[in-house]
């Protein structure tokens, strides 16, 4: 089975300090991931994806993510939080046999929180 | 700002009601979504048109309707709807590159639906 596991239900991160937020998957053929995240009462925001080349992603607001083969894991990094990086984090696969249209399976979201 | 529109932004209707979401883009995308998220879950897909054709139904029940008039607009008709369809409607676009070079999913900011 297809799918996308994201452990932690919430993390923690004092404002300034490094963060991750961590995203495994499963899925059969080469994968494509994305990132998304989404603030309270609004939709998702796109933040980074992985198509191939370059393990290491960069995205959106200073976020960057890495990507894993043989640890199928996409984990999310940012250097230094910031308060308002404060929201719902979502990883996302889609199998690279989905056809033209993007068929996503998300993993169940992380809360990022971070304080002062 | 987000590039996808959707009305209404919140809409309370009462189980014999039939009411409409509406999305519209203007990015000449040609992938058009429509995905259910419930209070702090990941969304969930309900349907995919490619080109103004459907091409995904998740096996959603009949009481949801989707309608693609054309490229630009995304309806979802509801009709006799439980209050378990409560929920957050989320409208997506992406565009349509075939299966080698995904574009990442454009979303909107959602239709919060209540229903009674």
């Known amino acids: 089975a297809q799918s996308v596991a994201q452990p932690e239900d919430q993390v923690n991160v004092a404002e300034g300090n490094p963060l991750t937020v961590k995203c495994t998957y499963s899925?059969?053929?080469?994968?494509?991931l994305f990132w998304y995240v989404q603030y309270p009462n609004r939709g998702l925001q796109f933040l980074l994806k992985?198509?191939?080349?370059?393990?290491l992603v960069k995205g959106s607001y200073g976020f960057e993510a890495e990507f894993n083969k043989s640890q199928t894991s996409f984990h999310l990094k940012k250097p230094s939080a910031l308060v308002s990086d404060s929201a719902l984090y979502f990883c996302a696969v889609r199998p690279s046999f989905s056809g033209g249209y993007n068929k996503l399976i998300f993993g169940a979201g992380t809360r990022l929180a971070v304080h002062p | 700002d987000t590039e996808v529109t959707q009305t209404p932004k919140h809409l309370v209707m009462g189980m014999t009601n039939k009411k409409s979401l509406k999305c519209e883009q203007h990015m000449g995308h040609r992938a058009m979504y429509w995905y259910k998220q419930k209070a702090k879950k990941p969304p969930e897909l309900m349907f995919v048109?490619?080109?103004?054709?459907?091409?995904i139904n998740e096996s959603v029940p009949s009481r949801f309707s989707p309608e693609c008039p054309n490229s630009s607009l995304l309806n979802l008709h509801l009709h006799a709807l439980q209050p378990e369809d409560s929920a957050l409607y989320l409208c997506?676009?992406?565009?349509?590159?075939?299966?080698?070079?995904?574009?990442?999913?454009?979303f909107g900011e959602g239709s919060r639906l209540t229903v009674l």
């Open positions: 997506a676009s992406s565009q349509d590159r075939g299966g080698d070079n995904p574009g990442e999913l454009f």
């Open positions: 048109y490619s080109y103004e054709k459907l091409s």
């Open positions: 992985y198509i191939t080349g370059d393990n």
């Open positions: 899925v059969s053929g080469n994968p494509y």
